[in-house]
């Protein structure tokens, strides 16, 4: 079977080459009648039809053995002497020429049509798979979006019947009280996956609307840190934001999710007693990977309001590209890292890395076992606002997560004031 298969691309060319010399030889036998009583200047036009007929038909190389072709039976058949490649009058080796850049000519253009034409073919192909793919896409995400929005509802009143269900009256046995906490569990990681579902089709939408404003990243990463101090407890953390760290222009909402998600994978991802490490700073990313040593206590606490003031919704405007400085947020951990090989695939949809704690443990800050969306929502977001994603394992062990957000060109902020409130100079 392998020696079929490997001598079929041989028998290919050979085909097209003896069906360009049939060709030739036919326009030959057509023009043998033609001989006294038409001049041979007009014989000799026939054959580039042949070139071109092997040029468009069978490529480039069957079309130039045709030319050369074409003129050795020409000059065999038609000039004087006959049936011998001979050539009694040098005039015919003019014509011999002529004709040959003629057939050469024409087998180069159809050849060179016949490319263009193949690569005409193969883009419109490429860019109807692409709509293709867009189109699918985009239902996709309707219908998940639809679906989200209408089991919301329903999941959330079955949620409060099943935490209310041990308040409504004497005390359930402890068999029937279990298999209220579960539905009540079971529902609110339900509703979380809804809930995800139609934010993930939310952001990938054509024109994904954010709120931007003006965001100090000391302030959002403190408002993320606030959000899960009470999961943190049981980790080591490590924070490392520079003074004087430039402002994001971002959706506040948005971006505070975005470090809640990955404080989040970290957190389940690493066990009890294990670091965190937190840190921003400007510049290209780097190839290496911070370290990981501190203990929460001496971690500062920050506020969460500032930077939210009431933006306008309007679509995202990432700021300028080319020249501008990135800012880059890291969020490492000493964990059980990421699959090697699977790096990027962890941003798909309900994909999910291994976990070294039981199932009893498997629950997120947010109170559900995690829908396997938490990392797909943070590309979608950072897609939004024209930054990217990337995750690595660390030589230590454990994963680092990578933001890196465009910084636009930075307002102009109040001069100092001294303690009785006037600018300094």
Request: net charge negative; charged share 20%.
């Amino acid at each position: 079977m392998k020696r079929a298969s490997s001598s079929a691309p041989r028998l290919a060319p050979s085909r097209n080459y003896l069906l360009a010399a049939l060709v030739v030889a036919a326009v030959a036998l057509l023009g043998a009648p033609l001989l006294g009583q038409f001049d041979l200047a007009n014989i000799a036009m026939l054959f580039p039809l042949a070139v071109l007929f092997a040029a468009i038909r069978l490529g480039r190389g069957p079309a130039v053995f045709a030319a050369f072709l074409a003129v050795a039976l020409f000059d065999f058949f038609f000039v004087h002497p006959h049936f011998t490649l001979a050539v009694s009058d040098l005039q015919y080796l003019l014509t011999f020429a002529v004709l040959l850049a003629v057939a050469l000519t024409t087998a180069e253009l159809a050849a060179r049509l016949r490319r263009e034409r193949d690569s005409a073919e193969a883009r419109a192909q490429e860019v109807a798979q692409a709509r293709l793919a867009a189109d699918s896409e985009r239902l996709r995400n309707t219908l998940l979006a639809s679906l989200s929005h209408d089991l919301r509802t329903p999941l959330t009143a079955l949620a409060g019947l099943a935490e209310s269900l041990p308040l409504a009256g004497p005390p359930l046995p402890p068999a029937q009280a279990e298999l209220a906490e579960a539905i009540r569990a079971e529902a609110v990681r339900t509703h979380a996956l809804a809930r995800d579902l139609l934010d993930l089709a939310r952001l990938q939408s054509d024109t994904p609307r954010l709120a931007l404003d003006w965001l100090a990243v000391d302030e959002l990463v403190g408002s993320a840190l606030q959000a899960r101090g009470h999961a943190l407890r049981e980790h080591m953390l490590t924070l490392d934001l520079p003074e004087e760290l430039p402002l994001l222009h971002a959706d506040a909402v948005l971006m505070e999710r975005v470090v809640c998600n990955l404080i989040d994978n970290a957190i389940a991802h690493t066990p009890a007693g294990g670091h965190i490490t937190l840190s921003a700073q400007v510049g290209a990313p780097p190839a290496d990977a911070p370290s990981c040593t501190m203990n929460p206590a001496s971690a500062p606490s920050h506020a969460a309001s500032a930077g939210r003031g009431s933006p306008s919704d309007r679509a995202a405007d990432p700021g300028p590209r080319s020249g501008a400085s990135w800012l880059r947020i890291r969020v490492c951990d000493d964990g059980c890292g990421l699959p090697p090989g699977r790096e990027q695939a962890i941003f798909e949809r309900f994909v999910r890395a291994p976990h070294p704690r039981g199932p009893s443990d498997a629950a997120t800050a947010t109170g559900d076992s995690g829908t396997g969306l938490g990392l797909a929502i943070v590309h979608a977001i950072m897609a939004a606002h024209g930054g990217s994603v990337s995750a690595h394992n660390r030589a230590g062990g454990g994963a680092c997560f990578e933001l890196q957000l465009p910084l636009p060109a930075q307002p102009e902020r109040p001069p100092p004031e001294d303690e009785a409130g006037e600018p300094t100079r």
